[in-house]
Each structure stands twice: as C-alpha cells, then as structure tokens.
Nanobody, 119 residues
Framework: QLQASGGGLVQPGGSLTLSCAAS????????MGWYRQAPGKQRELVAT????????SYADSVKGRFTISRDNAKNAVLLLMNSLKPEDTAVYYC??????????????WGQGTQVTVSS
C-alpha cells in the first residue's frame, strides 16, 4: 500500500514537502508520481519519476516550482513544492506502478493528503 503525508495549510509563496512510502511485499517499483484534484475538477497529473534513470516529468503549471524525487531504499517518493499559489490547493494523491511477490505490475494509489494555500 501507499501512505502519503505532509499536507497542510500554507501561505502563498510558502513551501511544503509531501512524502509517500510504499509498503508490503514489494518486488519492484517502476515509476511513482503525484496527482491532485481540486474541488469540482478532474484529477490531474502533477509529476512523475521513473525508478531506473530517474527521469522526471512535470505538469506545465508546476514546472520550476515543484521537484519530485525518489528514496529507493525506502520505496518512497517526495514532492517538494515551492512558491505555492492558491491554485495549487487540492487533494494530492501518490501513485506507483508496483510489482509484488503475489501479483504482476499494476498501479496503486495512496490516500489523499490535503494541501491548502491561503493567506
């Protein structure tokens, strides 16, 4: 399973770091990412990172402000969010393409963590 943490209330221009750790009978993780869903909107991709090589990709709206990284030893993914804007307010979900010792690779989702950017 995936466990996300690190959300909260922050003022515009502030920073937050989200963390998501995978646990269980994990054999391999091919890629991990973060998505977000604002009220009344569809869930959208924020950032992804591929385990092998560390290739990253970002939504245009967060490029230059957010940084995704992996802690392979802990099967975790981090999202450093700087220069936060009110429009970044959303529930953030982590996602991982994971193989376990009992099943082939598939996407798993963590529970959401609320990020609110407001003065």
């Amino acid at each position: 399973q995936l466990q996300a943490s690190g959300g909260g209330l922050v003022q515009p221009g502030g920073s937050l770091t989200l963390s998501c750790a995978a646990s269980g009978s994990i054999r391999s993780i091919d890629d991990m990412g973060w998505y977000r869903q604002a009220p009344g909107k569809q869930r959208e991709l924020v950032a992804t990172i591929i385990t092998r090589g560390g290739t990253t990709s970002y939504a245009d709206s967060v490029k230059g402000r957010f940084t995704i990284s992996r802690d392979n030893a802990k099967n975790a993914v981090l999202l450093l969010m700087n220069s936060l804007k009110p429009e970044d307010t959303a529930v953030y979900y982590c996602n991982g393409y994971i193989s376990t010792y009992y099943s082939g690779p598939r996407y798993y989702w963590g529970q959401g963590t609320q990020v609110t950017v407001s003065s």
